[in-house]
T-cell receptor, first 113, second 113 residues
Framework: DAGVIQSPRHEVTEMGQEVTLRCKPI?????LFWYRQTMMRGLELLIY????????DSGMPEDRFSAKMPNASFSTLKIQPSEPRDSAVYFC???????????FGPGTRLTVL | DQQVKQNSPSLSVQEGRISILNCDYT??????FLWYKKYPAEGPTFLIS?????DKNEDGRFTVFLNKSAKHLSLHIVPSQPGDSAVYFC????????????FGKGTKLTVNP
């Protein structure tokens, strides 16, 4: 298996623009997680899905953030409109169940100018 | 409020010596703990875990110790190798709870040849 795939690896955009981050989890994994890593807050969970259904989105910072999982092999995290404080590395992770190890993608480094 | 704390942002050790990375937690409901390792430009990868019913778990050069009364866990790496240089994240989970992994901010380990 290729592991968790994220695209793009790097994204530079201007404030106010829409940003869409993409994730393909490992096949057979029922859980998908979106994390954000910043120097100030470390690695924080934004939202997670179980069998394509959002379970907990309490970590989503604002209404500008939204996430979808239309099928078992694809998820998106959208920021609209983007702001400079959204600049961070965004990771997607998947796991078979919540008590097994999570496999992380390589991350998307987002820079909002 | 940080529920999982790694108070040392960095640690430097000599090759062949022991590396000890520490982690404290405040939520006594946590009952499953994990360590992840992260290299630059990559996602975190699972290293080792421990359940609260144990006080020690060993996997090769890596051993995790759990002191529930002190709400403290540590990761020992013996002997340390230059390839161990990475950021190490401690994470905690409450089984049967919210299913969310809570991460510390990480400790950057540098192993000098």
């Amino acid at each position: 298996d290729a592991g968790v795939i994220q695209s793009p690896r790097h994204e530079v955009t201007e404030m106010g623009q829409e940003v869409t981050l993409r994730c393909k989890p490992i096949s057979g994994h029922d859980y998908l997680f979106w994390y954000r890593q910043t120097m100030m807050r470390g690695l924080e969970l934004l939202i997670y899905f179980n069998n394509n259904v959002p379970i907990d989105d309490s970590g989503m910072p604002e209404d500008r953030f939204s996430a979808k999982m239309p099928n078992a092999s694809f998820s998106t995290l959208k920021i609209q409109p983007s702001e400079p404080r959204d600049s961070a590395v965004y990771f997607c992770a998947s796991s078979r169940d919540v008590y097994n190890e999570q496999f992380f993608g390589p991350g998307t480094r987002l820079t909002v100018l | 409020d940080q529920q999982v704390k790694q108070n040392s942002p960095s640690l430097s050790v000599q090759e062949g010596r022991i590396s000890i990375l520490n982690c404290d937690y405040t939520n006594s409901m946590f009952d499953y703990f994990l360590w992840y390792k992260k290299y630059p430009a990559e996602g975190p990868t699972f290293l080792i875990s421990i359940s609260s019913i144990k006080d020690k778990n060993e996997d090769g050069r890596f051993t995790v110790f759990l002191n529930k009364s002190a709400k403290h866990l540590s990761l020992h790496i013996v002997p340390s190798q230059p390839g161990d240089s990475a950021v190490y994240f401690c994470a905690a989970l409450k089984k049967g709870g919210s299913e969310k992994l809570v991460f510390g901010k990480g400790t950057k380990l540098t192993v000098n040849p």
